[in-house]
């Protein structure tokens, strides 16, 4: 799950696709893992006073937080034990 911290944001986004993917086809062990990783992803502040990133870092940042969002709300419309799964997420983000 490195990659979501990975410097390259083409890489953050790539990964932020497919794990998204895998979680909507229930693909991957230990779901509630991706999912707390996805929210910390989503809620991550960047620093734009750093002049390493570019224009093109702040427009894939803000394309990876419109993939997570879109995908939480299509998650928990699937079914109750998908909104445990979100539930528990938070949860483990939050300690």
């Given at each position: 799950?490195?990659?979501f911290?990975?410097?390259?944001?083409?890489?953050?986004?790539i990964?932020?696709?497919?794990?998204?993917?895998?979680?909507?086809?229930?693909?991957?062990?230990?779901?509630?893992?991706?999912?707390?990783?996805?929210?910390?992803?989503?809620?991550?502040?960047?620093?734009?006073?750093?002049?390493?990133?570019?224009?093109?870092?702040?427009?894939?940042?803000?394309?990876?937080?419109?993939?997570?969002?879109e995908?939480?709300?299509?998650y928990?419309?699937?079914?109750?034990?998908r909104?445990?799964?979100i539930?528990?997420?938070?949860?483990?983000?939050?300690?």
């Amino acid at each position: 799950m490195k990659q979501f911290r990975d410097a390259d944001y083409n890489v953050r986004l790539i990964s932020t696709e497919g794990f998204c993917r895998m979680l909507m086809s229930q693909s991957c062990d230990k779901p509630i893992d991706f999912i707390a990783r996805l929210m910390l992803l989503c809620f991550e502040k960047i620093d734009c006073s750093q002049r390493t990133l570019t224009e093109q870092d702040l427009m894939l940042h803000k394309k990876i937080k419109a993939i997570i969002e879109e995908f939480m709300g299509n998650y928990v419309r699937l079914s109750k034990s998908r909104c445990t799964e979100i539930t528990a997420a938070s949860i483990a983000v939050i300690h």
